[in-house]
């Protein structure tokens, strides 16, 4: 049996405490996001949390559904007033990689309908350099593969088809493979993200530019949150922000849970009350 991660038990709980009643909200895949789903299926029954949830995979559906979360499609709704996700690595300027779990195109296209977009991470996801630790998916076309990787390669890829767990080639909930590309150095990010998607067959990377508002980092022993400034600048300031977790029981729940005043122009989460 898998030994409960504390820091990404609590950076799950803080996350599904963002979320109040009336939202439409961007579900995650992955295993943090997994945690976050199973919290806000506690608040749903125990405070009556009433909120439509965008799940970004079928495992991700049938959890909420099981849970008794409602499920919208994404053509359904006009946007989402938050969306809840994890990810693989994220460095200093919010710049993340996502798509080990497989769901990087339903997730790039959930999260870029939301409103504010928080991402959900444990403190070793935090990373200087991306790419180092983990290749970078790339969801591509059954038809024409081996043209796909050739081109891939000819732009300084080292793509590996991704196998599942039976040995077969691993199959997106769109019915894609995913490339798993290795690079020297992941250093012009927007360039490289702009000649991978000219390439015909590659339908999305798991390069997430300009895609998190907030950052809610787990430790063993407390919950950290991080905002960029919104101005022109990349540079970011910090702020730790030690949140209690939701309580878990009784309708008192709600009105105890933390609340988050998000960030205006120039501020960071540490001048922000909470």
């Known amino acids: 049996m898998t030994r409960p991660d504390p820091a990404k038990d609590r950076v799950a709980e803080q996350g599904a405490a963002l979320v109040e009643t009336g939202m439409i909200v961007g579900l995650g895949s992955g295993t943090t996001a997994t945690i976050m789903v199973r919290r806000l299926g506690e608040r749903v029954e125990r405070e009556g949390l009433q909120f439509l949830g965008v799940a970004t995979s079928t495992t991700t559906a049938e959890l909420a559904r099981s849970l008794a979360i409602p499920l919208r499609e994404l053509d359904d709704v006009d946007h989402l007033d938050l969306n809840l996700d994890g990810a693989d690595e994220i460095d200093a300027q919010f710049r993340m990689i996502k798509g080990r779990g497989g769901a990087l195109l339903r997730e790039k296209i959930v999260v870029s309908a939301a409103r504010r977009r928080v991402t959900l991470v444990t403190a070793d996801k935090r990373v200087e350099t991306l790419g180092v630790r983990m290749p970078l998916p790339v969801e591509v076309s059954t038809f024409g593969l081996r043209h796909v990787e050739r081109q891939l390669r000819e732009i300084g890829a080292t793509p590996v088809l991704r196998m599942d767990a039976t040995g077969s080639p691993f199959v997106t909930d769109g019915g894609n493979r995913i490339l798993d590309c290795h690079f020297d150095g992941l250093e012009d990010h927007e360039a490289l993200q702009r000649r991978l998607k000219q390439i015909a067959g590659v339908f999305e990377t798991g390069l997430f530019l300009g895609l998190c508002d907030l950052l809610v980092v787990g430790h063993a022993d407390r919950v950290e949150?991080?905002?960029?400034?919104?101005?022109?600048?990349?540079?970011?300031?910090?702020?730790?922000?030690?949140?209690?977790?939701?309580?878990?029981?009784?309708?008192?729940?709600?009105?105890?849970?933390?609340?988050?005043?998000?960030?205006?122009?120039?501020?960071?989460?540490?001048?922000?009350?909470?």
Request: glycine letters at 10%; proline letters at 16%; a positive charge.
């Open 225 to 274: 949150l991080v905002s960029p400034l919104r101005h022109d600048s990349p540079t970011l300031i910090p702020g730790p922000f030690h949140v209690k977790p939701t309580a878990r029981a009784g309708p008192a729940a709600r009105r105890g849970s933390p609340r988050f005043d998000w960030p205006r122009s120039g501020r960071s989460a540490a001048e922000c009350s909470g």
